[in-house]
């Protein structure tokens, strides 16, 4: 029997209908892996009978992975439009966080010529600034992986490679705590501001 998002650590976030926009969600290409990409939602907008409504805060552009036989999730990538909603993320991954798990995280809101590393929820989230690029583009940069060496691969395949690479990444960062963190995070970006009606 293949692993599943059900049978994995994701399967409390597919239970809470959490994993949106899904580009890719089950196994991959490597035996006991199961990955996904699109968002996490942090916080649910107020539903009102029975529409559907997006979720007020989310985590976008996740990829992410865990392995058969583990209850934790072994990766994660994501953008945040603030530093703050790290906090919301932890609490949302909950059990699924593990001190072995590498967890980056791309703020819109930090400094761009500073990364962190911050000790929450007992795991470890690299905190990175995100230069008007892609979570993707901002993650193979970070893990020295050539976008051309991937184009070739389907998503499961350009997702092993990331998480391959990540899981072996021993970059040290400054450490400081979350609400350090809050301290020195910049205003929150309004995406809505510049957009034609």
Avoid: W
């Amino acid at each position: 029997m293949s692993i599943t998002i059900a049978s994995s650590a994701f399967a409390a976030l597919e239970n809470e209908k959490r994993l949106l926009n899904a580009v890719f969600k089950g196994p991959t290409h490597k035996p006991g892996r199961v990955g996904f990409r699109g968002d996490i939602a942090l916080k649910f907008a107020q539903q009102f009978a029975d529409e559907a409504r997006p979720p007020e805060i989310s985590s976008d552009q996740v990829m992410a992975a865990a392995h058969e036989g583990e209850t934790h999730i072994a990766f994660l990538t994501c953008f945040l439009l603030s530093f703050e909603y790290l906090k919301m993320l932890a609490e949302v991954l909950g059990d699924a966080l593990s001190p072995q798990g590498k967890y980056f995280l791309f703020c819109d809101n930090i400094d761009l010529s500073k990364k962190y590393q911050v000790q929450y929820g007992g795991a470890t989230f690299y905190v990175l600034p995100i230069d008007e690029a892609t979570v993707y583009n901002e993650t193979l940069e970070l893990l020295y992986l050539e976008k051309n060496d991937l184009k070739k691969l389907d998503t499961a395949g350009k997702l092993d490679a990331v998480v391959d690479a990540a899981m072996k990444f021993t970059g040290k960062f400054p450490e400081i705590s979350y609400e350090d963190g809050l301290k020195l995070m910049g205003p929150v970006r309004n995406l809505y501001e510049n957009r034609p009606v």
